[in-house]
């Protein structure tokens, strides 16, 4: 570690250690700086730490957390070290936060302009009224808000998510700040949306001169926005470096692995899961924290690596660093025969509303059997309405369902036969098991209810589904809690599997999950589709992941398909100006080859 | 605490808006500050629903009272009146004419606020339980003036103190003060006060009727202290734990990050938002004080419209049981009326929407959350 400070830093972190009470370690040992008008990227999967340092770059631990050691300067002046009310000074005016979700981080109770003013009393009392009004004027520009009366005079509640989250960049900025910290300031926003509040954030960190920590788990957004990249596992660093070395020659293998589990909308390369998932907070290993999922592990990997220096300006913390270029894979493509393929479902005018609000307006689609059709549009346009109706669980629906050679209705009355050949799974796996089940009680129950047989053929069934999902069979007998993320929603698979479906619907199913995971459920979709010729619509907001997963792609926009077609054709040549911007708008974890 | 409550319809917000263009459309409703607020509609319905449930409660205490087996005739009378005399004041009280018929009459005369007149002592009902109603009302509002704001600042303290020594310990006499049934804290406290130990206040509350019982005020003090120690550590344990979800929702820590004093993060951010809960949480009290002041009005002999209650039964005075169950049941509804009113004035978002819906269940939950009643 370099202990001469870099004099002209506007933030410098030394080794700053958060540890849940008395007990481990949330986050050890980090450091890095920011200098003026530089935008580092803290990236990392859930569980590495990275809130915990966020809101430590502003002297503050969530409940139950404590900063153990480690210095924060911010503008010089070591925030950790202050007492409270210099730091309370310093919070908002020199070094200032974006939260997560705008939606959850404004306060329902108070006006908007009610919030800017407060922050400006507290910080500047000597500043008048027109002052005040000046300095909110000026701060609603930078962010592209309008700072007229009747706005400033609205609840959160009546803004838009991205006016939400431009309220918390004005509060950020209102004070002119040296560093902002931004806790995944985008992912409760529609990419269009993201695309301009990330546009408005760079131009303020150039123009301005502020530094900022832009920390997330994007790395498609991460690579569109920051300068340098800080990336975290189990609580450490394991590699840092500026943007471009580190996506095109990562050092640390979990960060190759990491890049390797990204869906790209910019081409077809095959989607990689990282094995495994990240140690829990108080089973860390000893040694390298990543070794147990790490293929290059060897003896030495038992003593935990520092982090040392790589090449020029780049640190890296492996026994086993990998030098030279990251080459994709290419997928192993498969050219979809359009010409031969059968309709397994063909839905005709399908409109659907609830009470008042139409939400679909005849909808045409077929879903080409054998083939996984993705259903992209942004929140509110009627994905999850549709694919509902197609398991008959939307009442006010009107349309036709063509299944299969016959016409079956919409909305309910179903025999269980036609129950059971469509299979629905549902986006978050930690709600949607019965938490007072196991998993084999919950699997045994779909396949008793649909096969009349004995209970010791169920339990068979029951080993034989695991082993399909690529679970071992001793997690039979274990409650969802015990399991991670990803094991549940390869129980959620499971348990559609088990009924024996033809169509499977995919509720972005793996929003909640994190990237390497992602990549491996991915994985298992594919294959499941190659083996068993399964028919699938996988519902998602995320292009990159259409590109991984889907042969064909409709694209939704307010209730209404306005574009339809094989995979390549719709994302390298897409025809409707919303698909276009939609592709426009979406982060790319690589260049684009023309 | 806007999980509780939501808008009956999905957000007006409608994706087809974006960024920019929403800025123009959305709800402008803060802005016209002499335009009629978008929840009168709904404040209409809510008081026509009210009504229609005072309506439901009259026949129910109609039916349980008027229609019932047991013969009022007979019960004037007394055990040893001739059938003839007990039919002739059948007819006379109405008794021998179809049962909608003397729903109607009732009810009809009932809207005027007359009641018929006590059969014990003649005097027209509506009188007795107006002062003795009277009476009551100036406990529960000394009770609630002095409750609610111990509990809502000492929930306020505990919350920001949360399992400090002197939250838990604190936390333990709640426990301790809601395990004891009312009468017996009324009992120890009579035994505390008015006997040996301390003979400073009257057991009994003796209050003039001619007087205003505010004018009186040692005859409240032992009554007015039972209830408040029922019903303040059950407020105690609501604000506290309201509080402690809103210190811990993101905007008070966005707040904080933002460099806002501690004291008006708790005041301005947190403590408005705890308000939802508290507001139904009082009219929870309310209605307990209404019903449950009964025990300690009786064990007091306080004269309110509980131990009226108590006598009346007790004599099968019939017109005085309807009057003050019926008072009763039409104050529990005017008690949620006021609640749920307050609950949308204070909560942004149902303000500014037409169809405000309090989501089934709150009640329950509330509940739930102090630990029970």
Redesign the interface.
């Known amino acids: 570690m370099s202990v001469v400070p870099f004099v002209n830093a506007v933030l410098q972190v030394r080794d700053l250690s958060v540890t849940l009470g008395d007990g481990p370690k949330i986050v050890g040992d980090i450091s890095f700086s920011v200098f003026p008008g530089e935008i580092l990227g803290v990236v990392g999967e859930s569980g590495s730490g990275k809130t915990s340092i966020a809101?430590a770059l502003?002297g503050?631990a969530?409940?139950g957390a404590v900063i153990a050691c480690g210095s924060v300067f911010v503008d010089g002046r070591d925030i950790l070290a202050l007492d409270e009310a210099e730091r309370?000074?310093?919070?908002?005016?020199v070094v200032?936060?974006v939260?997560?979700?705008p939606a959850?981080?404004?306060?329902?109770?108070?006006?908007i302009g009610s919030l800017l003013e407060?922050?400006l009393r507290?910080?500047l009392p000597a500043l008048g009224k027109a002052g005040r009004q000046a300095r909110i004027a000026e701060a609603a520009a930078d962010v592209g808000?309008?700072a007229t009366?009747?706005?400033l005079?609205?609840?959160p509640?009546?803004?838009?998510g991205?006016?939400q989250q431009r309220v918390?960049l004005a509060?950020a900025v209102l004070l002119r700040p040296q560093l902002i910290v931004l806790d995944e300031p985008t992912t409760a926003l529609d990419v269009?949306?993201q695309a301009?509040v990330l546009a408005t954030l760079r131009d303020l960190c150039r123009d301005r001169g502020i530094g900022a920590v832009y920390v997330s788990h994007d790395l498609a957004v991460v690579r569109e926005l920051v300068d340098r990249v800080v990336v975290l596992y189990a609580g450490h660093i394991v590699e840092s470096g500026s943007r471009d070395h580190l996506f095109e020659s990562p050092a640390h293998p979990y960060t190759r692995g990491l890049l390797d589990a990204v869906p790209d909308i910019s081409g077809r390369h095959a989607v990689r899961p990282i094995g495994g998932h990240a140690p829990a907070l108080q089973d860390r290993p000893e040694g390298c924290a990543f070794a147990p999922r790490c293929s290059l592990r060897s003896a030495s990997c038992a003593v935990r690596p520092p982090l040392r220096e790589f090449g020029e300006r780049r640190l890296v913390a492996c026994h086993h660093p990998v030098r030279g270029k990251r080459e994709d894979v290419p997928a192993t493509f498969r050219a979809p025969a359009f010409a031969e393929q059968r309709a397994l479902a063909v839905l005709g005018g399908v409109s659907a509303s609830?009470?008042?609000?139409q939400v679909l307006f005849d909808v045409d689609l077929s879903l080409p059997k054998g083939y996984c059709t993705a259903l992209v549009g942004?929140?509110?346009?009627g994905k999850t309405t549709f694919s509902r109706a197609l398991v008959g669980a939307v009442e006010d629906v009107e349309g036709t369902f063509e299944y299969d050679g016959r016409l079956v209705p919409l909305s309910g009355n179903r025999d269980i036969d036609l129950r059971r050949r469509i299979q629905y799974i549902f986006q978050n796996p930690f709600r949607a098991l019965n938490p007072r089940q196991t998993v084999g009680q919950i699997l045994r129950t779909a396949a008793l209810h649909f096969f009349p047989i004995r209970s010791a053929d169920a339990d068979r069934e029951v080993a034989a589904v695991l082993e399909r999902v690529a679970l071992a069979p001793e997690l039979a007998p274990r409650y969802p809690r015990d399991l991670s993320g990803g094991e549940r929603q390869r129980v959620a698979i499971a348990r559609a599997l088990i009924c024996k479906p033809e169509l499977l619907i995919c509720d972005e199913i793996t929003s909640a999950l994190d990237v390497s995971v992602q990549a491996a459920i991915i994985d298992l979709l594919r294959q499941l589709q190659r083996e068993f010729g399964l028919t699938i619509l996988f519902v998602t907001h995320d292009l990159g992941v259409v590109r991984a997963v889907a042969d064909c792609v409709a694209v939704l926009q307010?209730g209404r398909i306005v574009e339809h077609g094989p995979v390549d054709r719709l994302l390298d040549q897409p025809e409707h100006s919303y698909t276009r911007a939609l592709v426009a708008d979406s982060p790319r974890l690589r260049e684009t080859v023309a | 605490m806007a999980t509780i409550y939501s808008e009956q319809t999905p957000r007006a917000v409608s994706p087809s808006q974006t960024d920019d263009t929403v800025a123009h459309n959305a709800g402008a409703p803060g802005s016209e500050g002499f335009a009629l607020p978008s929840w009168l509609p709904w404040l209409g319905g809510r008081v026509l629903s009210g009504l229609a449930t005072a309506f439901v409660i009259s026949v129910l205490v109609f039916a349980a009272t008027q229609a019932l087996p047991s013969d009022p005739a007979r019960v004037i009378l007394g055990p040893d009146a001739t059938e003839d005399s007990i039919r002739v004041l059948q007819q006379q009280l109405g008794l021998d004419q179809p049962i909608l018929v003397q729903y109607g009459r009732w009810a009809a005369r009932a809207m005027t606020g007359e009641f018929g007149v006590s059969l014990d002592s003649n005097v027209p009902a509506g009188q007795i339980v107006a002062d003795r109603f009277g009476n009551s009302a100036a406990l529960m509002a000394i009770v609630l003036v002095l409750a609610v704001p111990i509990a809502f600042l000492g929930g306020v303290a505990l919350a920001i103190r949360r399992d400090s020594r002197i939250d838990s310990w604190t936390m333990n006499a709640v426990i301790l003060f809601k395990a004891l049934p009312g009468f017996v804290l009324a009992i120890g406290l009579i035994l505390l006060f008015s006997t040996t130990v301390f003979p400073i206040l009257p057991a009994v509350s003796l209050i003039d009727p001619a007087i205003s019982p505010f004018l009186q005020p040692l005859y409240l003090v032992l009554p007015a202290l039972t209830l408040i120690l029922t019903v303040a550590p059950f407020l105690l344990r609501l604000v506290r734990s309201a509080m402690i979800e809103t210190l811990e929702a993101d905007y008070v820590a966005a707040a904080r990050l933002r460099g806002i004093p501690e004291r008006r993060v708790v005041w301005g951010h947190a403590v408005p938002n705890a308000l939802v809960p508290v507001i139904q949480g009082i009219a929870l009290t309310s209605r307990m004080l209404l019903g449950g002041g009964l025990i300690v009005e009786v064990v007091f002999s306080y004269p309110g419209i509980g131990n009226a209650l108590n006598a009346a039964i007790e004599l099968r005075d019939v017109p005085v049981i309807q009057v003050i169950t019926l008072t009763m049941a039409v104050g529990v509804v005017f008690i949620n009326l006021l609640a749920d009113v307050a609950t949308v004035l204070v909560t942004p978002k149902l303000r500014t929407s037409s169809r405000p819906r309090l989501r089934a269940g709150t009640r329950a939950k509330l509940k739930l959350k102090a630990g029970g009643v």
């Open positions: 809101t502003l503050d969530r409940a309370h000074t310093m919070r908002g005016s200032s936060h939260a997560q979700d959850l981080a404004l306060n329902p109770m108070r006006r407060e922050v507290v910080h808000l309008p009366s009747e706005f005079r609205r609840f509640h009546q803004l838009s991205g006016q918390l509060l269009t949306t301009r609830y009470g008042a609000n942004e929140s509110g346009s307010h």
